[in-house]
Each structure stands twice: as structure tokens, then as C-alpha cells.
């Protein structure tokens, strides 16, 4: 008891001695995070001017970092904001820039071309932007100018909507026992292919809403060894896109980390689906897509918002087939700007190299999510 | 505290059965049906307590040996096996006897499914049906059940079938046209209806057109049917695809007032398909 008080005693000594320190004598990052110093140094390289830039957004020192830029006159401070926030509602706008990364690409005695690689991170994990900057030489100083990406504006309108929209009912508690109740969504797995990555077991499927009503599906599977008894269960959890409409397709995509597809027997697979209300709006057109080989594989294209309502979340899932026309992998992006109607937004789904060379078509759904009503 | 009298009253029966197995028969009917009013006289003289122990209760009454009892209608509703005994000075008995349900059917659990089904599917729709008397016992004795499967344009199938211990059940394929089918289960006078929506089923002979508009293609399907004619339901997703060197296109579609339509980036040389779900409708190559 006493040594436990004279531990005590010395752990809230020390603490209050730490604290004391930090606030006396903060470090420069924490201090510019908190709002009470710059992380920039002098910009006597292209580099420095570069990761200064970073550093200013980083800590969302947004006028900082446009007095800093060689072509403000090109864009207001609240263009560039917007550039880097995104003027509607989507992943981007409660984001924060976690870390960033320098590349020089091209150097001489008065310019300067670097790439900057954002990691930002949203609530669905980390976002990955890129941006190559010309940095010029302004005395014995460097100043970037920031590569301007102006948003479409979407001109005031009002766009009619008549897409169909499903709501449910279900049996009532005053309902007397045998009443009928509203049938579950009848959904099938249409494709099933356990894989052997170097992280796991992967089990990559499809599955078929083959009903007329609107279903929320999602898939576990259950891995089964030699003697049918289970190594472990797990879920599609965001690899699927869990809204489907009629005869709508999604592919799913289940790890196992820790797993050997030698010591597996059979798999057993259980969808899940149930009623959900929904709407048939809003349609996104896929355009442009492209396999792109490696180094570097990926699958690239343009999302369209066919509709009047902004897209605050769209995830773009792609299936990934051989000659013959097996899964051999399914792969997700989400696209950290909002979709606004008629207006191409790019997406790049990374596809691992040792695949790519397999890989003779594909398919691709997106799943979306509005934060706002229509425009 | 229904459930306490029922157990007290259950380990009361045991107990009472054990007491009097040897005791005198107080007279009884043997049968009784559930609801009904019956008499009986009881043997003896003098005064006593007369106790009956059954489902879901008991029942003491103070009597007088050798006059009629008399228990109104309802006194015995739930079915099943009772037990009567009587304390008094003169003499102990017992007595036992069973309340059965009606013969005659009141009212039917009728469990039909499925609520949703695709037309023509054989064997798709069940019916299972349970028979109860006035006070919810279920109807032991066979009774002739009628199941009616009905379709909107008015043609019926019709099954028959007996109750066994209490229950009968059926199938029925659905049928080849979309609509709320009404599925009657019939017991005597009483009947029970459920609605069976039979929906179209996949999409067959998927057609589309394409022509020019604008800058873009318009890219059109036929009215989708299923292979029974039927509409298909707008919502229905309708999957356009456009392949182009080396590039596709695509964009989900769904269904609005019979057809899917939307306009796509014209592309020369472009192969264009159409699918719903796993059924794959025409291809068209666009060469202007």
C-alpha cells in the first residue's frame, strides 16, 4: 500500500514535470500544430520551398501557404483551399494531410520541378494525391507555384428527378402469428475464388441480387481444414458494395490474414441480404477505363454523375477476370472528391504486378453516397 | 402469472394423480368437449370439497354429496386431461376425464410462402395450415381442408387435402403471369387468405439500339420482358458497355417506365453490349 502511494506520488510528480516541459519548451512541430509557430524554414532549395508548402498544409495554414506561392495571381486563397478541400461535401473536406512526400523531377539554376505526394487521411482510411510543382527561383529564395485545379462549377438549375424509390414495411407487433411478413431479397453468389496472397487466404466472388426489390448485402465466409473444422470467419466488411439494386452485380472480396490455402478443405460461404430502402438514382457513368500493364498496374477511368444529386462518397470496386473469365481479383478505391453532375472525376485502382499479366478484362460498379440532397 | 398457476396446477395434476389412483370414481363423463356445459351427480353423502386439476388452472368448489353439479358452458376450455377428487367427512374419490377440442373448425393459422416469388417456378409456393375451435385448441380429429391459389386474371387452382393431428399442408407451382395471387386456405365455413406476389422473372431477349445524338450515342433497350411476356419492374438494372481500343465504358441503368436508356461517348469502331444481371442481351458495332 505504501509503495503503491510513493509510485503514484512519483508518477504525478513526473507527469507535472512533463508537461511544464512541453509547454516551456515546445518542439517546433508541435508548436506550429498548435498554432503558435511555423514548421518553415528558410526555401533555399527547391526542396525546402516544397516541403515548407507541405508543412504550411499540414498544419492548414492556408494563408501561409498561398503568400508564399510565385502565381497567386493566378487564384484566390479560398480557389486554392477549395483546390485542396473540395467545395462540396466528400471525403476530402474533413480530411487532414497525415504526411507528404518530395520527389525532384528536374532541376536547374532558376526552376525547378518537383512532385509532392499527399497522404491524406478520411475517415475510410488514407487518400493518396499527387501534384508536380514548379518551384521558381525569386532572389535567394524559392517559391512554388501551386498547379491550379479549378472545379467545374455546376450552374444554378433545377433538374427533375423521377427515379423509382423503394420503401419497406414490415409486419407490425399487432400482426397475429402465421400473418405473412415482406420476403427477404433473394441474392446468389455467382462466382467464388479462393486465392493465396502473401498476406492470406483471399475469397473473391460475386454476388447476384436476382430479385426485383432493392437488397443490403454483405458475405462471410467460414474456412473449413481437411477435417471440416473451422479456421476462422470473416467478412466482406468494405470490399463490397452493399446496396444492390435489381439484378445488380457486386464483387466481393474476404481476407484471412495469417492463412494457408494448404491448410484449407472447403470454404464456407453465407450471404446475408435484407430489405433496405432505396433509390434507383444516382446513375454514374464509368468512362474511359483503361488496364494499364506494369510497373505500376492499375485500372483508370472517369466516374460522370449522370444524375442532379452531388455524390459526396463514391466507391468504385473492380473485377478483375482471366481469358477465361474468373475472378482472379477484385480491387476498391474511393474517390475523395465529390461527383457533381455531368462532371468527370478521375479514380486509379491499383492492381498488384504479379496479377496484372493475367488480367484480360474487368467490370467495375460503384457504390455512392450523398451527403446533401439534390443541388 | 398465467404460467405459475399452469405450473402449480401441472404439479398439483401429479401429485393428485399419485393421492387418489386408488380412490373412488366421483362419476365423471369420460370426454368432455372444450366449452361445453355438462352436469354431474356426486356419489355419497354428507359434505365435501370437490377439486379438479387440469391445463392451465385448477378449479374448488364447496358441495354437497348426492345432488347434481352442474358446470355452465365455457367452464373447460383449454383440451386436454383433467383430474377431479373430493375431500369430505363420508368418503375420498377421484375421477378423471378429458376435454377435447371442438370438432368444429373456428379459426385457422395459415403460414404461406413465400409472400414474393418469380412466376413459373414448380413447387415454389407453400401452404401449411393449423385448425383451431372457438377457445384456440388445436383440432386433432382429420378435417377436410381446401387450399385456392387464384391469379388476378381470374383463373384458381385448387387443392384438397385432410388435417393430420391438427395441421395440412400444399404446393403450388407459381404461375406464368406476374401479379398478387390470392392463396385461400378454406376449413368448413372459416377461411384464412394470404397475398402471393409472383414478379416477373430474369429479363429475356434483352434488346437495345443505338443511334446518334449529338456528340453522344443514345444508347435504347426494347420494353424488357421476361420469357412469360411479363414486364419486367422498373429499378431492374440494365448494364451498358462500350468497348473501344482498349478502353470500355459502362454505366448501371435502371429500368424507368419499361426501358433503360442513357446516353454514352460515341466512340467509331466501339462494340457495344447489353446485360442484366448474368443474362447477356445483343451486341451492336458502331461504325459511323
Known sequence: MRKGGV????????TVALIMVGTIWPVPAAAAYAGAGSLSGSASTPEAAATNLGNEIRSQNWGKAYSGFANKAQFTEPEFVHDLTGSYQSLRTNATLNNFEVFPLHSDNNEAQVRMKF?????????????????????????????????????????PVNYLRWD???????????????EEPHVRIIDMHPVERADGVVILGEILNEDVVPAYVSVNATLLSKSQTPIATEGSFDKISHLLLPKQVTPFFILFPGTSLSDVGSVRMTPFSTLIPASADPVIEVD???LNPAPDASLTGQLINQSGRAVSVA????????????????????????LLPQTPVQFNIHIPEDLAKN??????VVASYSFESAL | MKLVMLLVALFGLGSVQEAFSQGESLGFPKTVQAGSAFSVQLLGSGEGTLYIVGPGGALKRDVRFGEIWSFPAGSFSNAGHYVAFVTGSSSDGSSEFDVVPASKAADLSFLAKPSRLPVGLHNGITGAIYVFDDYHNLIAVPLPIQFELSNPSGSTQTRSAVTRYGSAWTEFDSTLQQGADKFLARAGDISS??????VPG???????????????????????????GNAVPDGTIITFTQTYHGAQSVVDVPLKRGIAEVQMPSHVGATISVASGVVLGNQIQWEK
Open chain 1, 7 to 14: 509510485l503514484a506520488a512519483v508518477l504525478f510528480i513526473a
Open chain 1, 119 to 159: 497522404y491524406w487521411s478520411t475517415v475510410v482510411g488514407t487518400s493518396v494525391s499527387t501534384r508536380d510543382l514548379q518551384i521558381v527561383k525569386s532572389g535567394d529564395q524559392w517559391e512554388p507555384e501551386w498547379p491550379i485545379e479549378k472545379m467545374a462549377a455546376v450552374p444554378p438549375q433545377v433538374i
Open chain 1, 168 to 182: 419497406v414495411i414490415y409486419r407490425g407487433p399487432g400482426d397475429d402469428w402465421g400473418a405473412q411478413d415482406v
Open chain 1, 288 to 290: 474511359n477505363e483503361r
Open chain 1, 315 to 338: 466507391h468504385v470496386l473492380g473485377t478483375f477476370y482471366n481469358k477465361s473469365g474468373q475472378v482472379v481479383w477484385v480491387a476498391d478505391q474511393y474517390v475523395d472528391r465529390a
Open chain 1, 359 to 364: 488480367i484480360s478484362s474487368q467490370r467495375t
Open chain 2, 193 to 198: 387468405l394470404r397475398v402471393i406476389r409472383q
Open chain 2, 202 to 228: 430474369d429479363p429475356c431477349e434483352l434488346k437495345m439500339s443505338v443511334a446518334r445524338s449529338g456528340e453522344k450515342l443514345q444508347l435504347v433497350t426494347q420494353p424488357v420482358r421476361d420469357c412469360s
